[in-house]
């Protein structure tokens, strides 16, 4: 291993450029201008976009960062989230316009006007109160995609409970120990959602979590699928209670920097760290991202963003930036293939979807379902499109904007994380020419960089460590109880640099490609590579859809490359044999040279991902290094480690 050895080596090259619409780029709402005007003055920039928001005092000092890295933004101002979100527009007289189309699995429908949703959250507000909760109180929020979610978030907004949703489908266990780490008084759920066609129970699950709990007080239902629940003392049925409220509710302001919600990450080991957002810095950084980034126009514009609101990119892209802005949005509650694989577009066609945001995992199932699917709807009405959650693969990317977008649309890959709140590094669908496979540029107003093992920035083509080197409005402010680790998580690998835990490297423009977090990164004969990069050259391969990689004990190079590949829905059956394995290993040996070239192939039916579409590494190398698998409660769907497994004795080792 040579002295000079780069922190990650640049294999993969890329050509294409995209250039925005014309149409689009003259209509931006954000044009080239405004990164000069945050680089000449950052704070006066934030400042200004805070005013996109209604505040009931001004704030007397933008950014506080006295005691870093805990910071305060919009010292001593005061706002409430919920007005901003919900009675702004109906007092502009927008009331009448739809703020959720509201798509349930079965097909059931209901659409509500933001002065419907200003009724609802006033009832829930005023029931939360009736129930005790006050302001400060922690509420946990375990609902499906049903509009009681939205409602039950900004109604705990309004009076300034502090949420915490758990995702429908983590178990009671990890519900348990959310609302036990928060200490939460009330628990919102339903007697259940529906799921792949059948109704799927969640008070049950509610119930066990309970049982072992101490702080929780009562236990508000939503009935949704009509099943019978068990009735226990602390339970209490939202028809029964909320709709008998008064619809109006006076909200009062608070501070900037009021709790506004905790949310979990799932984080691959130990204890889930509870990431603390606040009130006023918040807001203006999901609002001017989602106005910026997704160049929403709220007279025209219809949105749908598909990730589920127990993800960061649910509360901060679904709840409160489109309602911040006064968005139109549809909200779907079930699965893209119930009860056909052309759902989703379906509803794009249905609603005349103009901006649609999804992850890289959705987009390569698509891709393995093949493109007749989305080709019999009428996607014309799209005009953006949003890709987050993993690095979207160049094949991908181009997948998407040819077959989804018509070759006309933007695709904006967003870089952000449950920890940042809101979209850091992204393209401006009006400004950028994207290039598949980037995530380009911070937004501005962010400060970013790319840095080696001694936090030196690294030349353009070099690559490293993905960090920011200034505060931002929406950023975390701390792990809920645990500043210590708050500090020792994210402020401790490199002086005065928040690290994100991801791998990435600058382009010869100096443009960013994110390379997967560095814990997956392999060492080959002395080089540091990419999962994503050789994942991106096997889907470059026209037969796949889907790949993993990753780096298993070699006795020659320290680490071999063993990929494992999903084959595109016509592919299916040309795939066996040595011959396609063979074709692989020399397809990236080709695209990326003969150092990735890897060790092992295994052709698969499906790959381990977590509920929120990551692709799960770890369990991947328990298979290439033939240990037995690790913990699978985190994966989606626990039957896909058989399914891999099972198909081991087909495993192809060559040269
Ligand atoms: C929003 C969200 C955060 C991690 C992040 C990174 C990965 C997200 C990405 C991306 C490459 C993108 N990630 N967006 N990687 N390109 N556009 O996903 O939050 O669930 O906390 O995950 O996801 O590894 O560090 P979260």
Redesign the pocket.
């Known amino acids: 291993m040579s002295e000079s050895q780069e922190t990650l080596s640049n294999l993969l090259q890329e050509t294409r450029r995209f250039p925005p619409p014309a149409e689009l780029a003259e209509n931006a709402n954000v044009t080239a201008d405004a990164y000069d005007e945050a680089a000449a003055d950052r704070l006066a920039f934030w400042e200004k976009q805070a005013r996109r928001l209604s505040w009931s005092r001004e704030w007397d000092q933008v950014l506080d960062w006295s005691n870093p890295p805990f910071a305060k933004w919009f010292v001593g101002g005061e706002l409430n989230v919920a007005y901003n979100c919900v009675d702004r527009h109906v007092e502009a007289g927008r009331g009448a316009k739809v703020a959720f189309h509201w798509e349930g699995e079965p097909g059931d429908t209901r659409t509500l006007t933001y002065a419907d949703l200003q009724r609802e959250v006033n009832k829930a507000a005023n029931a939360l109160l009736e129930l005790g909760v006050r302001k400060g109180d922690r509420v946990a929020i375990y609902l499906p995609m049903i509009p009681e979610l939205p409602v039950s978030m900004l109604a705990c907004a309004r009076i300034g409970a502090t949420h915490s949703v758990v995702f429908g489908g983590f178990s009671a266990d990890a519900l348990r120990t959310r609302i036990d780490d928060a200490q939460a008084k009330l628990v919102i759920t339903a007697d259940g959602g529906y799921r792949r066609g059948k109704p799927s129970a969640l008070k049950p699950t509610v119930d066990e979590a309970v049982e072992a709990t101490k702080s929780v007080e009562h236990v508000l239902v939503v009935r949704r699928t009509g099943e019978d629940v068990v009735q226990n003392g602390r339970d209490v049925w939202w028809h029964d209670l909320v709709d008998r409220q008064s619809d109006q509710h006076d909200a009062e302001a608070h501070d900037a920097e009021h709790p506004l919600y905790i949310l979990y990450?799932s984080g691959t080991t130990g204890k889930p760290k509870g990431i603390l957002h606040t009130t006023g810095g918040y807001l203006t950084q999901v609002a001017y991202t989602h106005h910026a980034v997704f160049d929403l126009k709220p007279g025209s514009d219809v949105y749908w963003c598909s990730a589920d609101i127990g993800?960061?990119?649910g509360h901060s892209y679904i709840v409160y930036g489109p309602l911040a802005n006064g968005a139109t949005s549809v909200m779907y509650e079930g699965t893209p293939d119930t009860p056909h694989k052309g759902r989703w577009w379906e509803i794009i066609q249905k609603y005349k979807v103009t901006i649609f945001y999804t992850a890289p995992t959705a987009i390569r199932t698509f891709m393995k379902w093949g493109d007749d699917i989305p080709a019999q709807y009428d996607l014309s009405s799209l005009r953006v499109l949003g890709?987050?959650?993993?690095?979207?693969n160049p094949e991908a990317y181009v997948w998407y904007r040819e077959n989804i977008g018509g070759g006309h649309c933007p695709v904006v890959?967003?870089?952000?994380?449950?920890?940042t709140g809101a979209v850091m590094i992204s393209p401006l669908p009006g400004v950028t020419a994207g290039k598949p496979g980037a995530?380009m540029r911070p937004l501005p107003g962010i400060v970013a960089d790319v840095v080696d093992d001694q936090g030196n920035p690294v030349p353009d083509g070099g690559g490293g460590f993905l960090v920011l080197k200034e505060p931002w409005p929406s950023m975390l402010r701390t792990i809920w109880g645990d500043d210590e680790r708050f500090v020792k998580t994210y402020w401790s690998r490199f002086e005065d640099m928040y690290f994100?835990?991801?791998g990435a490297k600058k382009d010869d423009d100096g443009d960013i490609w994110?390379l997967?977090?560095v814990d997956d990164v392999m060492l080959v004969s002395g080089h540091n590579i990419s999962t994503t990069e050789v994942e991106s050259a096997l889907v470059s391969h026209p037969k796949v859809a889907e790949a993993a990689v990753v780096g298993a004990t070699d006795p020659v190079t320290g680490q071999a490359i063993v990929a494992f590949v999903i084959p595109r829905g016509s592919a299916g059956e040309e795939v066996e044999g040595d011959e396609f394995a063979r074709e692989l290993r020399d397809h990236v040996a080709r695209s990326l040279g003969p150092i990735a070239k890897p060790r092992q192939i295994m052709i698969v039916p499906e790959l381990p991902k977590t509920r929120?579409g990551?692709i799960m590494r770890r369990l991947l190398k328990d298979v290439a290094e033939n240990r037995s698998i690790g913990d699978v409660t985190t994966l989606a769907d626990s039957t896909v480690m058989d399914l891999i497994s099972q198909k081991l004795p087909s495993a192809k080792t060559e040269d």
């Open positions: 990450t993800w960061v990119t890709s987050v959650g993993e690095p979207i890959d967003t870089w952000w994380q449950t920890e995530a994100a835990g991801d994110l997967g977090r929120s990551k």
